[in-house]
């Protein structure tokens, strides 16, 4: 058994407040935490859509328009380096992980990345505790990714596809499934979450 992943609480804007727990205790207590999200193009205004395994803790069997995702684990970067740097050095470790996909720092420091901005998550886990994140957004254009040879995470990614960012859009909003499963909701800002991924996507096509 592996050492469980150590988190830190954070304030409203995302800063460190010096407190660092193991993920469980985190989740338990409701503290919030940094979260990232990794939303993919393929510039022709398709994003990469993940269906999430039966052994997610949180929102099991569902349509994630990321093509990667995850808490930020505590010490990931220099001490006071920014929400953005820690969030894409997440990214740089769950892509790998999630689909088989290696990102590089080189990607985030070039015209491919773009940083969306942050939202919050704050919501019912399923499992009796308040999932309590502010997710930092990313956009990444990555035409490469083959969904038919990524490595999929077992139990956690069951698929992954190209979709259309107006299907997306459409689709996520208006609640409809996609293959008899629903796309991911993040209360409170999922309607904000979706429209800026969505548009960002579809401003790359242009």
């Not at 995702?69 to 740089?92: D, E, F, K, M």
Request: with cysteine.
């Amino acid at each position: 058994m592996g050492t469980e992943e150590l988190l830190e609480v954070i304030d409203e804007r995302g800063n460190p407040t010096g407190e660092i727990k193991p993920k469980h205790l985190i989740h338990q207590n409701g503290d919030l935490h940094l979260g990232a999200h990794g939303f993919v193009t393929d510039g022709k205004g398709n994003m990469l859509c993940q269906l999430r395994g039966p052994d997610c803790v949180i929102s099991p069997n569902t349509w994630d328009p990321t093509g990667g995702a995850g808490h930020v684990p505590a010490g990931i970067a220099r001490l006071g380096a920014s929400i953005q740097v820690r969030s894409a050095r997440t990214l740089i470790m769950e892509f790998p992980e999630e689909i088989g996909y290696p990102l590089t720092e080189k990607l985030f420091e070039g015209s491919n990345a773009d940083f969306l901005g942050t939202t919050r998550t704050d919501m019912p886990s399923g499992h009796g505790w308040q999932h309590r994140t502010v997710d930092c957004n990313w956009g990444l254009v990555l035409p490469g990714i083959n969904p038919d040879t990524c490595k999929l995470e077992p139990g956690k990614v069951e698929r992954v596809i190209w979709r259309s960012a107006e299907d997306i859009l459409r689709e996520a909003l208006d609640g409809r499934k996609l293959d008899g499963f629903p796309y991911m909701i993040r209360v409170p800002d999922n309607r904000r979450l979706i429209e800026m991924a969505c548009n960002w996507a579809l401003r790359k096509a242009q």
